[in-house]
């Protein structure tokens, strides 16, 4: 009989998801759902051809060398900042993530987030949990509006689409929108976006979300500078990528009230969150969240799993960030 293919699930996953993995490869699993050092991942994945990770494992040129039998790592993310592409490449190791899955129900938490940011939810919910409330006042946790304000969203991919869509439909905003390339007509006419040059946005956003990938050009492309560009009044999301966001600066600014209110879903160093946030009241803080429903998260994980299996059943990945894509089969480059 023909030995099935040796994979690695590096993070827990659902049991569904594993047990069709099982039917097709010898699968090693962190059930446990360990914190493995790259040193861990990289004894861990010898003699593995294909890898599912979560986004929170370096993929590098290190764990490249040390692992020459890879050919397929399979993120449960959309995003793939874990990922050195580069390297990738030029070893022949396929990367997939997995887009369209989590488009809405990501949105849908983006727009959450600055609802909640928006009109103080968290913060008076505090207040009312500790026993402090007691009358009703006039500017009792009066906070900004969101129908009929300026929506900015920085990226304009599927995500920041289906975010525009929500506020230009749903909440009659106007939308302004900064992304590295303008959209189609079609599209900025579907999501009643208006393309503006980065500083535009910043000055005229009553409310700015932020869905642009992590690169290191968008390292801090929100900092002290930008921060003070934008209306005492206006409310920050981030639910792209910590690294985005300076956050020792972000704090500041809330503490200053140099802008009203943020919303974040994702950090620099998470989980580890910086200390100033934690002490600065106008924030809504979530631990990487936005796309956790159990639907999409089991889109996400099965996606996943599609990729690995096409992979090695067809020579084909059905979502891959980079190419060529080596034929099932073939040696991998030499690294
Ligand atoms: C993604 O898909 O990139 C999310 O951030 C992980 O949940």
């Given at each position: 009989m023909q030995q099935r293919p040796a994979i690695l699930v590096a993070r827990a996953i659902f049991p569904e998801v594993l047990?069709?993995?099982r039917q097709?490869?010898?699968v090693s699993y962190n059930g446990h759902d360990e914190d493995w050092s790259p040193d861990e991942l990289i004894r861990r994945l010898q003699g593995k051809v294909g890898v599912l990770t979560t986004g929170s494992q370096r993929?590098?040129?290190?764990l490249l060398r040390a692992c020459p039998q890879l050919r397929i790592v399979a993120n449960m993310a959309v995003g793939f900042n874990n990922f050195d592409v580069a390297a990738m490449t030029a070893a022949g190791v396929v990367g997939t993530n997995t887009p369209d899955v989590l488009t809405e129900t990501t949105a849908d938490f983006g727009f959450a987030l600055l609802l909640a940011a928006a009109?103080?939810?968290?913060e008076s919910e505090h207040f009312l949990r500790a026993g402090r409330w007691d009358r009703w006042a006039y500017d009792l946790f009066a906070g900004q509006d969101v129908h009929g304000s300026t929506l900015g969203i920085l990226?304009?991919?599927r995500i920041g689409q289906g975010i525009a869509r929500r506020g230009a439909h749903g909440?009659?905003?106007r939308v302004i929108y900064h992304n590295r390339s303008r959209l189609d007509p079609t599209t900025e006419a579907e999501c009643r976006a208006t393309y503006v040059s980065k500083e535009e946005l910043l000055r005229q956003a009553d409310h700015l979300v932020l869905v642009l990938p992590y690169t290191?050009?968008?390292h801090h492309a929100i900092g002290a500078a930008e921060l003070a560009m934008m209306k005492p009044t206006a409310t920050l999301v981030n639910i792209a990528r910590g690294g985005i966001v300076d956050d020792a600066a972000l704090a500041q600014a809330l503490r200053d009230r140099r802008i009203a209110a943020a919303g974040l879903d994702v950090f620099e160093g998470e989980p580890k969150v910086h200390p100033d946030l934690l002490t600065v009241p106008n924030v809504v803080l979530t631990p990487h969240i936005a796309s956790a429903t159990l639907a999409t998260r089991l889109a996400m994980a099965n996606l996943a799993a599609d990729n690995l299996i096409a992979f090695f059943t067809r020579g084909e990945a059905l979502t891959p960030v980079n190419a060529p894509q080596p034929q099932a089969g073939a040696p991998r480059a030499a690294t």
């Open positions: 047990e069709r993995l097709h490869f010898e993929i590098d040129a290190t009109r103080r939810m968290v990226g304009m991919g909440f009659r905003m290191p050009q968008n």
